[in-house]
């Protein structure tokens, strides 16, 4: 590893967090009821700058010396930076005393960057607006991705930008919508932004405060689940929750598809094998919820229940209208397994992603066929073209290390906190699949204020590793990592 360089990154990307942190240091000034508020940002920011203007002193660094970041580097920056910058942004939770400890701030922040959404507070109305604010930005933050907002901000960095990138794009591959890395992350937060502006305006239509519709844009946007009111998006009119049905589904498509659609190319979704599962998997998922619902309860609206529930979960966001704790079990196992499945890649959904299940399905199919037909040579294929095995083998790694991890996840949990079964394993998933909400006692109605501490840090752990697709985090307890 290259230690200057890593810790020169990680210092710039602190650098840019703390002057972003400003944002919510202006809505606590606005809210000028809560002095403590804006003394624990001001502290924050003030820190964040000192330290990122100290690393970077003592690790002078010329431009050139980028260029010899590797793969190896850009991992380890990845997932040192998201835990730095969730240390410092936890700061604001625990100096104002909103949090009884340093655990449940630094759970709470790690949630809102990794865009979880499980949460430990209980009563978020009596959350002064500057911290509320905050929260969600993490959301947003952490949504499209913190060291691609970097790529985007900052001065180029040289061919080790694409490490950095690749290192924290979700999806078994590293796709760009221009050749050059930081044009293409200028491009992806550009399609970010129009869409939150436009779900910001259609939110406020809808009658919701610029602040609800700010924090609610973050959260739907990002997939996270994060909400300004204890009753989620229940809270809220039938127009605003279809408004949140749609752009979660955007949120949960790949944005290099937003971005082609936009210059000109609309037809690129249905091009794309994995957006056309995604699609039609909503579209079925719907049609069966409504049907069991209709019979099961005689709900005078079932669609929009159905709709919400499914696409919330699919795209790992974790809002809710609805206690689907108390649903029939046949829906309840459905929705386990939309967990697992998560967004597209290239979104900002957790999960697997859908093109990783679709590719192992199709791997499997080939291995049944293959022992009937032993000579058989049967590629596998995406939209027609073979995929090599140097990414089915990459996807089928993925798959046994998430898997692992949901089992050893569920087994710390029950362990950790005496809970049942249903709680662990949901637990589990919900926080590495980066969802928020599970069954049990981290239902749809509960939170995760009752959890220990050795617990907590179980689930923190999950939702770094989830975020960052594994490997990120991963890396850091290998020991030949810390070896130049």
């Known amino acids: 590893m290259h230690k200057k360089i890593v810790a020169s990154i990680v210092a710039r990307v602190l650098l840019v967090v703390s002057l972003i942190m400003l944002i919510p240091l202006g809505w606590a000034f606005f809210d000028n009821n809560h002095s403590l508020e804006v003394f624990a940002f001001s502290t924050t920011i003030l820190l964040g700058l000192l330290v990122s203007v100290f690393v970077r002193g003592i690790f002078p660094l010329d431009e050139d010396a980028f260029?010899?970041?590797?793969?190896?580097?850009?991992?380890?920056?990845?997932?040192?930076?998201?835990?730095?910058?969730?240390?410092?942004?936890?700061?604001?939770?625990?100096l104002t005393g909103s949090?009884?400890?340093?655990?449940?701030?630094?759970?709470?922040?790690?949630?809102?960057?990794?865009?979880t959404g499980a949460t430990i507070m209980t009563?978020?109305?009596?959350?002064?607006?500057?911290?509320?604010?905050?929260?969600?930005?993490?959301?947003?933050?952490?949504?499209?991705?913190?060291?691609?907002?970097?790529?985007?901000?900052?001065?180029?960095?040289?061919?080790?930008?694409?490490?950095?990138?690749?290192?924290?794009?979700?999806?078994?591959?590293a796709e760009r919508a221009q050749?050059?890395?930081?044009?293409?992350?200028?491009?992806?937060?550009?399609?970010?932004?129009?869409?939150?502006?436009?779900e910001t305006l259609l939110l406020k239509i809808g009658g919701?405060?610029?602040?609800?519709?700010?924090?609610?844009?973050?959260?739907?946007?990002a997939t996270g689940g994060f909400s300004t009111k204890t009753a989620s998006i229940a809270a809220f009119n039938p127009f605003i929750q279809w408004v949140i049905v749609v752009f979660m589904f955007l949120a949960g498509t790949n944005f290099i598809l937003h971005y082609q659609a936009i210059k000109g190319n609309p037809k690129t979704f249905f091009k794309s094998e994995e957006f056309r599962w995604y699609f039609f998997l909503v579209l079925a998922l719907i049609f069966v919820f409504t049907f069991i619902l209709k019979n099961a309860y005689g709900l005078s609206m079932p669609v929009r229940t159905a709709a919400f529930q499914v696409v919330s979960i699919l795209t790992t966001t974790g809002y809710v209208t609805a206690?689907?704790?108390?649903?029939?079990?046949?829906?309840?196992?459905?929705?386990?397994?939309?967990?697992?499945?998560?967004?597209?890649?290239?979104?900002?959904?957790?999960?697997?992603?859908?093109?990783?299940?679709?590719?192992?399905?199709?791997?499997?199919?080939?291995?049944?066929?293959?022992?009937?037909?032993?000579?058989?040579?049967?590629?596998?294929?995406?939209?027609?073209?073979?995929?090599?095995?140097?990414?089915?083998?990459?996807?089928?790694?993925?798959?046994?290390?998430?898997?692992?991890?949901?089992?050893?996840g569920a087994l710390a949990m029950a362990a950790t906190n005496n809970c049942d079964l249903?709680?662990?394993?949901?637990?589990?998933?919900?926080?590495?699949?980066?969802?928020?909400?599970?069954?049990?006692?981290?239902?749809?109605?509960?939170?995760?204020?009752?959890?220990?501490?050795?617990?907590?840090?179980?689930?923190?752990?999950?939702?770094?590793?989830?975020r960052l697709e594994l490997y990120s985090i991963l890396i850091l307890f290998i020991p030949t990592t810390w070896r130049k």
């Not at 970041?69 to 625990?94: C, R, T």
């Not at 500057?130 to 993490?138: E, H, K, V």
């Not at 022992?371 to 993925?398: Q, Y």
């Open 67 to 94: 260029e010899h970041l590797n793969a190896k580097d850009g991992l380890a920056i990845v997932g040192l930076s998201w835990i730095v910058l969730s240390l410092f942004g936890s700061l604001p939770f625990y």
């Open 99 to 115: 949090v009884l400890s340093f655990t449940d701030a630094f759970f709470e922040t790690v949630s809102g960057f990794t865009t």
């Open 123 to 173: 009563h978020i109305e009596g959350l002064p607006k500057g911290l509320l604010f905050w929260r969600s930005l993490t959301h947003w933050l952490g949504g499209m991705g913190i060291i691609v907002l970097f790529l985007a901000l900052l001065p180029a960095i040289g061919q080790g930008a694409y490490r950095l990138y690749q290192a924290e794009t979700p999806g078994p591959t």
């Open 179 to 198: 050749p050059r890395v930081k044009e293409t992350a200028k491009a992806l937060w550009g399609v970010y932004f129009m869409l939150s502006f436009l």
């Open 208 to 221: 919701m405060t610029w602040f609800d519709a700010l924090c609610h844009t973050f959260g739907t946007m």
């Open 323 to 408: 206690d689907f704790n108390l649903w029939p079990q046949v829906l309840r196992m459905g929705l386990v397994c939309l967990m697992f499945i998560g967004g597209c890649a290239g979104s900002t959904g957790g999960g697997m992603k859908v093109v990783r299940v679709f590719l192992m399905f199709k791997v499997a199919v080939r291995s049944v066929v293959q022992t009937i037909f032993p000579n058989a040579v049967i590629p596998v294929k995406i939209e027609g073209k073979p995929v090599s095995d140097k990414i089915v083998l990459g996807v089928l790694s993925f798959g046994a290390i998430f898997i692992s991890l949901f089992v050893v």
């Open 422 to 466: 249903q709680t662990a394993a949901t637990a589990s998933i919900a926080a590495l699949g980066n969802i928020g909400p599970g069954l049990g006692k981290v239902g749809a109605a509960e939170n995760y204020a009752w959890i220990s501490i050795p617990g907590k840090w179980v689930l923190t752990f999950l939702m770094l590793a989830g």
